[in-house]
């Protein structure tokens, strides 16, 4: 006998071929760090514009307050 009251489960195929890893997302700074490394000229020049910006602000504000 067969009861018609329970429902048929039926498998996502999607979800059973998903493989599961194991291994956490990589951090924010890990990826910062690798993109960094990759674009070489761009972060060195991001950097360089960075502190002469600065420097720029302190020399400036310095020169205010004198």
Known sequence: MSNSSVPEQTVNPSSAS???TTEPKPSY???AMRNMVRKRATSLQHFI??????????????????
């Not at 910006?53 to 205010?64: C, N, R």
């Open 18 to 20: 998903t493989p599961i």
């Open 29 to 31: 700074v890990k990826l």
């Open 49 to 66: 514009l960075t502190t002469v910006g600065l420097l720029a602000v302190l020399v400036g504000l310095a020169y205010l307050t004198r």
